[in-house]
């Protein structure tokens, strides 16, 4: 049976960095994870240790650096795409070029010109971009958008085996951590009005609906983000169940409502809703 190489791949992963611009006295700041991946024409590294088209991985660090630097990063979409084609035009050995781009959010500090805290949550915004010969896709999204509503939940009606225990709620909390990634379907979106809009849509869907599980409240939050960014053609979901179990608290006397937060092990809900016969963009799968 012959042995031979497959799929392959090489990057910079979690370059860090801090960008600050500087208006006088007044600063603003940056700060991002950027992941970078090629793919291409590299069997001779793997199969004779021949290094003749390996771009070093150090040298994708740099360029990040550089080009973060040479110009104010913009929306993290556009120095995604300023990053990939500069990759794939680095090396002929160079098919696709792949770059995630990972936003740490700051704001100032009661409107100080040079001081900032890290919002509380730890929310992330993210993009990706792959180019090649045929051109670019951009996908973006965020990661760790903690949703919370006290009422207006339910999960009745499921299916039972021998070792369901679960009693049906007709109220109950919920509680997840949203990762969303949505594809954009071509290029000159305004990304940033784009990733307001679809937050927005997540928790508008979130809240206003009564959820019978949370697999529909996720295909509402991904139809609503379809429904409100035109320019996305679909929306990959992944809600934890975050568990807040009722502590019977009257057995000391009191009657006000005390829950248990659940670390683990937790529900967890992935889905796909996208608009039918939309082209495929960039995988969403990070």
């Not at 990706?128 to 951009?138: H, Q, T, Y």
Request: proline content about 4%; overall charge negative; glycine content about 8%.
């Amino acid at each position: 049976m012959a042995i031979v190489l497959g799929d392959n791949r090489y990057g910079k992963a979690e370059t860090r960095l801090l960008r600050v611009t500087r208006h006088g006295d007044r600063h603003e700041i940056r700060e991002l994870t950027v992941s970078t991946t090629l793919e291409g024409d590299f069997a001779a590294a793997h199969l004779r240790g021949d290094n003749g088209a390996v771009l070093p991985t150090d040298s994708q660090k740099n360029a990040v650096y550089a080009i973060a630097a040479e110009a104010p990063p913009g929306a993290i979409e556009d120095l995604g795409l300023r990053l990939a084609r500069h990759f794939l035009a680095a090396s002929p050995a160079v098919r696709t070029a792949a770059v995630r781009l990972d936003e740490h959010a700051w704001t100032r500090i009661d409107g100080h010109p040079h001081a900032f805290a890290r919002p509380a949550g730890g929310e992330v915004r993210q993009a990706r971009v792959v180019a090649d010969a045929a051109g670019a896709s951009v996908a973006a999204g965020l990661d760790g958008l903690l949703i919370l509503k006290s009422t207006g939940s339910e999960f009745r009606g499921f299916e039972r085996d021998r070792y369901t225990t679960l009693e049906e709620a007709d109220d109950r909390i919920l509680a997840t951590a949203v990762t969303a990634r949505w594809s954009y379907a071509g290029l000159g979106v305004d990304w940033a009005a784009a990733h307001v809009t679809a937050r927005a849509a997540l928790l508008r869907a979130f809240a206003d609906l009564h959820s019978r599980s949370l697999q529909q409240t996720l295909y509402a939050m991904g139809r609503a983000v379809l429904e409100a960014v035109p320019e996305a053609a679909e929306v990959d979901l992944r809600l934890p169940n975050r568990h807040h179990f009722a502590v019977d608290v009257a057995r000391f006397g009191h009657g006000g409502e005390v829950y248990h937060v659940a670390d683990r092990p937790y529900g967890l809900i992935e889905a796909t809703v996208r608009r039918e016969g939309a082209p495929d963009g960039p995988p969403l799968d990070w």
